[in-house]
């Protein structure tokens, strides 16, 4: 399944018969995607399905086994300036001797050696997107002193700094409270739509996006699918993608992943599936609380 979006024509990464390997473990072949200038385009799947290394491909930093892959017109190669990164999580050094304004000002002039001196038309930008991520009461405190969901607004606005034509984002939500989980959630979104931007982000749990996607492509077992939520998240093709009873579940809007029957005690997830029975298909299995993670 491969539908192209209806709405936008022109091509922002465009994958050709791709094929990634690490050893005996193949994350995925015969990847054939188009994803459109101005799409919200998210990636899902289980633990190491190969959701950021798909965006290391995109960023030039893993390279194809076989197959291509362009971005922006060219070939994937690293320090695309059309390209935005919001990296997994990682808790920044604590004596990094950055303040948090100096942080997002790197997404401007990062490439620059020396001290930063921005001008006054970078100091708005930086200034309306420390805003913008809820940052504005740290922008002077040390990067190092701040909590891991301070720090990640702080990536947010470093990766949309230079205006970039695709942002990737790598669990941009993962340890924001709700709030800023909403805010951020919502300023992508917009940054989406004014800008015309492309969008690709990796999640665990489609519900915090699921208003703003147009499709997904869902990795697993060295398998996907592409298409839209709608035609993904349903029972008979993660079924297939899984190649074990999988259950999709709507509820008040949200999409729930049950592995196996559905009336079996599970941990359940949109995205990330445990059952006791499926550690065979690479789906975990710690079978445990009847609790409903969406
Ligand atoms: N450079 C590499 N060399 C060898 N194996 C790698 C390399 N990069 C990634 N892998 C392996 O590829 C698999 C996919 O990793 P990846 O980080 O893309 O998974 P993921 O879907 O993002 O997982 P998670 O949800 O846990 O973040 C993992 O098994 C990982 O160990």
């Known amino acids: ?114 001290i930063r001196v921005g001008n006054k038309k970078q100091n708005a930008v930086i200034d309306q997107l420390l805003e913008a991520v809820g940052a504005t009461e740290y922008a002077k405190v040390p990067i190092g002193l701040l909590s891991g969901g301070e720090q990640q607004r702080l990536r947010i606005a470093q990766a949309l700094a230079n205006d970039p034509q695709i942002l990737l984002a790598d669990e941009a939500l993962l340890s924001l409270d709700l709030n800023h989980q909403y805010a951020v959630s919502d300023l992508i979104h917009r940054y989406n739509k004014e800008k015309n931007a492309t969008v690709v982000f990796v999640t665990h749990e489609i519900n915090p996006i699921i208003d703003h996607v147009d499709r997904v492509l869902y990795l697993a077992n060295g398998r996907f699918t592409v298409g839209t939520v709608e035609e993904v998240m349903r029972s008979e093709v993660l079924s297939d993608l899984y190649q074990t009873q999988v259950t999709v579940i709507r509820t008040n809007g949200r999409y729930v992943v049950v592995g196996g029957d559905a009336n079996a005690p599970l941990d359940i997830s949109a995205g990330d599936i445990t059952h006791p029975h499926c550690s065979d298909h690479g789906l975990g299995s710690t079978y445990a609380e009847r609790e409903i993670r969406a």
């Open 1 to 114: 399944m491969n539908p192209q979006h209806p709405r936008i024509s022109q091509a922002s990464i465009a994958v050709h018969n791709g094929e990634l390997s690490f050893g005996s473990r193949k994350l995925w072949s015969e990847l054939d995607l188009t994803i459109q200038q101005g799409e919200y385009f998210a990636v899902l799947g289980p633990n190491g399905s190969g959701k950021s290394t798909f965006l290391k491909v995109v960023l030039g930093l893993t390279q194809l086994n076989s197959g291509s892959i362009s971005v922006l017109g060219s070939p994937a190669k690293t320090g695309n300036p059309g390209v935005g990164y919001i990296p997994q999580q990682r808790p920044l050094p604590t004596n990094a001797p950055l303040r948090a304004r100096d942080f997002v000002g790197l997404g401007i002039d990062g490439h620059k050696w020396g």
